[in-house]
């Protein structure tokens, strides 16, 4: 069965370095998705991507975010200057279609800021 | 008024009982509300998921009330299983909300054998 993957599984990083986190959506999905989940909260939207562009972002997502498919397969999440509560895991997602459509979740990218 | 409130945060039910967990919405514009599931180390996955048009909904041992009035929904998991335990959590998304999921709080379910 197709799945959404995640790479890395675990980053650590310094206050203040970038990172990208790196997802590959299944194949003939459309819609993609970013959502993160600081530890013991809940899960939390961060953007979501259509048609080579931005559709939708939430309040968290701010100037340090920013996302691209760079390629057919690939979908990024780059923090630019990493804070400490940016500390989370960091989900990505893609569906088929609009919001009725099952979002498939990847495992998961844990992102530690030291 | 875009929150998915959850109930209860913990969970703990004997094998074979039944588990119940409840949220409620604000947005009336909230017209999809999926059940996720979560194990640990591992993405949420799509349980079951319900449109206001029904009340009810089943999938073998999951059944979701949906009660639009009130703007709550439950999850019902019958004949529960130690296999069942797990996070699980609701969500819900509109039309005019995009596709983002809102979710609630999660509720950790513990079935003891």
């Known amino acids: 069965e197709p799945e959404v993957t995640q790479t890395p599984s675990h980053q650590v990083t310094q206050m203040g370095q970038e990172v990208i986190l790196r997802c590959v959506p299944i194949?003939?999905?459309?819609?993609f998705y970013w959502y993160r989940q600081i530890l013991g909260q809940k899960v939390e939207f961060l953007v979501s991507f259509y048609n080579n562009e931005i559709s939708e972002k939430s309040e968290i997502f701010d100037d340090q975010f920013s996302v691209e498919r760079p390629d057919g397969s690939n979908f990024t999440l780059k923090i630019r200057s990493t804070k400490l509560e940016d500390s989370a895991m960091y989900f990505c997602?893609?569906?088929?279609?609009?919001?009725?459509?099952?979002?498939?979740f990847g495992p998961g990218t844990r992102l530690t800021v030291l | 008024q875009q929150q998915v409130k959850q109930s209860p945060q913990s969970l703990i039910v004997q094998k074979g009982g039944i588990s119940i967990i409840n949220c409620a919405y604000e947005n009336t514009a909230f017209d999809y509300f999926p059940w996720y599931q979560q194990f640990p180390g591992k993405g949420p996955a799509l349980l079951i998921a319900?449109?206001?048009?029904?009340s009810e909904k089943k999938e073998g041992r999951f059944t979701i009330s949906f009660n639009k009035s009130a703007k709550q929904f439950s999850l019902h998991i019958m004949d529960s299983q130690p296999g069942d335990s797990a996070t699980y959590f609701c969500?819900?998304?509109?039309?005019?909300?995009?596709?983002?999921?809102?979710f609630g709080e999660g509720t950790q379910l513990t079935v003891n054998p």
């Open positions: 969500a819900a998304s509109g039309e005019t909300s995009g596709s983002r999921l809102t």
């Open positions: 194949s003939n999905h459309l819609y």
């Open positions: 997602a893609s569906s088929p279609g609009g919001y009725t459509d099952t979002q498939y």
């Open positions: 319900i449109r206001p048009d029904v």
